[in-house]
């Protein structure tokens, strides 16, 4: 949900922040804005549309302020529109400001804010902010240098709701000043720079040394100096984090989109995330977690509690938890979980999935959890996003930055991540034969050329999608862990093709949704476990027998004749078969969303990282 940038430095901050946004704009594109400290005040620039419509502005070339703050805008209050565009400004022009995130309350201050004379130009929430920093500025009569900050701190702690902002003034050309509570927002620092972003990604061509920030910690910066503050303004010590990913995983490197090329990624991806967390002649290693047999046997459930993809990851966790380690899961959808009174105490393990670790809904159910007496972990691929900072323990991905709104490496090692961690959970409980742990190590370090074959399938897969391109409907069949599969399937088919597709247990469709099958329409099948591939053979052939294209992804020996197209995966062990099936089944919605001409990495009203409710 929008990005924001920002850079105090010696260089020119417009191309700098321009090239930000591009980056950050599959956080949100529907609108994009800039301001700068020039000479004669501040710049403030902004239109509808995507970042290349505001690099196109009149003006736009001439700034010449080494001090700016961007925004690229997902719409939440107020239709897109270049009023509604960020940064916005105080009445007098003296504040930019730009927001992530939603201010809760921002009527009653409206409301306060017009009571006492000031005029509101935009629909949105954020236009308080910048009028709220003026009013408590103008009310100080202290002329010290924390004037700025404090009008700042009041301004912020008058706000409900979530929000990651930055701050320039007029009246401080060397100073930007910058705050977050439960939006993201990281500074990049070097030697006489200082780069924002609402991720790393962004601005990981500038530097690797990061500072990482917590809820409501204030930061002065100037361009060598960057002082943090907590909510009473004391100053406090912060260390900056070396980030390891390399600057060229954020870039497309010759692929025509991002999610083809991490589609493609998805052998290195496994390969980091498998790590050094297997060996053959060891126990599984997860230094990070502290779980003893004791405190394992003692709890009741987990919970695995997550969004979209991530929740999908979740599901093939549940298998591999319930399975190895005979502990009952129950696995979440994070909206849904934060509000229905969920049965938790201190005999609950409630863990966490999230690639970003900003989505909302994640982190609030977090939080409940942390507030009745679970013990909490999160799994994320975004080293000090919020999640891991929030949650009791956390273990990461590592699959490398993901810049295209679809998840796909991400999901991938997310799976493979929780099944490590059931193999974990099951070598200390010592209630799963060693051999057979062992197999299922094996298998899982064989993922990485498997998944390299599994990629042939590229071809086909085109030409498949040129003949489904313009269907309205699609549905996704499979029963036990490929029904997940399906899930997901159906998920990325959607989202990035727009679709409509439905995703059912297999033998689930007599009892209804088999209504919905007519002659020619696709039906896309997993089938990769050998205990229910003759039962889902059958649910097949019932909707072939209405007429039914169907295309079928396995790794298991069919008649092949009775399917239109058969898509053959290497055999692997059934817990982590979903890293290799859903791969046909992410190029699938790749090629039909190129097929329809439409925008791959940036699919309509999607963002990246969901961070409102
Ligand atoms: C779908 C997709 C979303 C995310 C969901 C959770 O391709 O990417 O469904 O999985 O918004 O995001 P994270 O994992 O960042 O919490």
């Not at 620039?45 to 997902?74: P, Q, Y």
Request: negative net charge; charged residues 25%; aromatic residues 8%.
């Amino acid at each position: 949900m929008c990005g924001i940038v920002g850079y105090i430095g010696t260089k020119k901050a417009c191309p700098i922040l321009l090239a930000g946004l591009s980056r950050l704009e599959y956080r949100g594109y529907d609108s994009a804005g800039i301001s700068t400290i020039e000479k004669n005040g501040l710049s403030l620039m902004k239109d509808k549309g995507r970042v290349k419509n505001l690099s196109n502005l009149d003006g736009i070339d001439n700034l010449e302020g080494t001090i700016g703050i961007a925004h690229t805008r997902w719409a939440t209050h107020g239709k897109p529109s270049k009023e509604n565009s960020h940064p916005h400004q105080d009445n007098s022009q003296t504040f930019s400001v730009v927001h992530n995130g939603i201010i809760e309350n921002y009527n009653e201050i409206r409301k306060f804010l017009t009571d006492s004379g000031y005029n509101f130009y935009s629909q949105t929430d954020t236009e308080v902010i910048p009028n709220l920093i003026h009013f408590y500025f103008s009310k100080d009569t202290v002329n010290d240098e924390l004037k700025f900050l404090r009008a700042v701190k009041n301004a912020c702690l008058d706000l409900k709701g979530s929000f990651a902002i930055e701050v320039i003034s007029k009246l401080y050309p060397e100073n930007m000043i910058v705050v977050r509570q439960d939006s993201p927002l990281v500074i990049g620092t070097c030697e006489n720079e200082k780069y924002l972003s609402s991720d790393i990604p962004a601005i990981l061509s500038y530097t690797r040394d990061f500072y990482l920030l917590n809820d409501l910690e204030f930061v002065v910066l100037t361009k060598n100096s960057a002082k943090f503050y907590d909510i009473n303004l004391k100053l406090i010590k912060k260390e900056t984090q070396n980030i390891e990913w390399n600057a060229s995983s954020a870039e497309k490197d010759g692929y025509d989109d991002f999610m083809l090329k991490e589609i493609y990624e998805q052998p290195i991806a496994i390969r980091e995330t498998i790590g050094s967390k297997i060996s053959m002649d060891n126990k599984c290693e997860f230094d990070e977690l502290p779980f003893t047999k004791e405190y394992l046997k003692s709890l009741n459930r987990i919970y695995i509690v997550a969004c979209g993809t991530a929740m999908h990851a979740g599901l093939s966790g549940k298998n591999a938890i319930e399975k190895l380690c005979k502990i009952p899961v129950e696995v979440d959808i994070a909206s849904e979980f934060r509000y229905r009174n969920p049965i938790i105490d201190k005999k609950t393990l409630c863990i966490f999935i999230s690639q970003s670790g900003e989505t909302a809904d994640t982190i609030a159910a977090l939080k409940l959890s942390k507030e009745k007496g679970a013990k909490t972990l999160a799994i994320s691929n975004v080293i000090g996003s919020s999640i891991t900072r929030e949650a009791d323990y956390c273990i990461y991905t590592h699959a490398g930055p993901e810049i295209a709104v679809a998840s796909t490496k991400a999901y991938t090692s997310q799976v493979l991540l929780i099944n490590i961690l059931a193999i974990y959970f099951a070598e200390i409980l010592e209630n799963c034969e060693t051999k057979y742990l062992n197999k299922l190590k094996n298998d899982i370090l064989a993922l990485p050329k498997k998944i390299e074959e599994t990629l042939k399938c590229n071809d086909t897969i085109k030409d498949f999608s040129k003949k489904i391109y313009q269907e309205k409907d699609v549905f996704f069949l499979g029963r036990g862990i490929d029904e997940t599969v399906a899930r997901e399937a159906s998920l990325k088919l959607k989202e990035i093709s727009y679709i409509h597709s439905d995703s059912y247990p297999a033998g689930e469709l007599k009892h209804g949704p088999i209504a919905l099958i007519e002659n020619g329409i696709t039906v896309i099948s997993i089938l990769t476990d050998n205990n229910l591939v003759k039962k889902t053979v059958s649910n097949i052939q019932e909707v072939i027998t209405r007429g039914a294209k169907t295309l079928v992804i396995t790794n298991q020996e069919l008649d092949k004749n009775m399917f239109d197209i058969v898509i053959d995966i290497p055999e692997t062990n059934c817990f982590i078969s979903p890293i290799l099936s859903v791969i046909p089944l992410q190029l699938l919605a790749y090629y039909i969303s190129k097929e329809k001409g439409l925008d791959v990495d940036k699919p309509r009203n999607l963002a990246k990282s969901v961070t409102v409710e």
